[in-house]
């Protein structure tokens, strides 16, 4: 439990999992408790990006572009990128573990471009593949790579 994200190396490379329960309220117990043992399968989604190391804080997605953005792990030259460690953070924004697993397909959108305040609708099937009953979070990320103002990653 914790109320920021957290360098935990030794724990994320030897666990097969790991519960971020953040700051609960008075039924934490009986909540982590029914995730523990299967009696709700967890669907959360990180709010926030965890780091590999304390010197990548502060991580965040939503990051101003760099001249010489990283387009490749482990390619480091004349890039904005650590040399010595991984760029990416260790958990990324969004990033969710379940009992789970679910399949998206036919993605549909009903434009590939937009402009000002457009809009795009997009459509999908979900399916649960796994063996229990779960939920899942949907999440879309779009970017203007060719943008007249510079827009987060």
Not at 21 to 37: K, M, N, S, Y
Not at 84 to 109: C, I, K, M, V
Not at 120 to 133: C, E
């Amino acid at each position: 439990m914790s109320g920021r994200p957290m360098v935990f190396n030794y724990i994320a490379d030897s666990a097969q999992a790991i519960l971020s329960a953040f700051w609960l309220g008075q039924e934490a117990a009986p909540a982590i408790t029914d995730v523990l043992f299967g009696q709700y399968n967890p669907s959360g989604k990180l709010p926030m990006s965890f780091p590999r190391s304390v010197g990548q804080v502060p991580i965040y997605y939503a990051h101003t572009n760099t001249g010489r953005p990283l387009t490749e792990e482990g390619r480091t030259g004349y890039v904005s990128a650590y040399i010595d460690s991984r760029n990416s953070p260790r958990y990324a924004f969004g990033h969710g573990l379940s009992y789970t697993r679910f399949e998206l397909s036919d993605l549909q959108l009903n434009k590939i471009s937009m402009a000002g305040n457009d809009s795009i609708i997009v459509k999908f099937k979900i399916r649960n593949t796994g063996k229990y009953k779960g939920e899942e979070t949907v999440q879309l990320y779009l970017r203007d790579n060719v943008s007249s103002v510079v827009r987060p990653v």
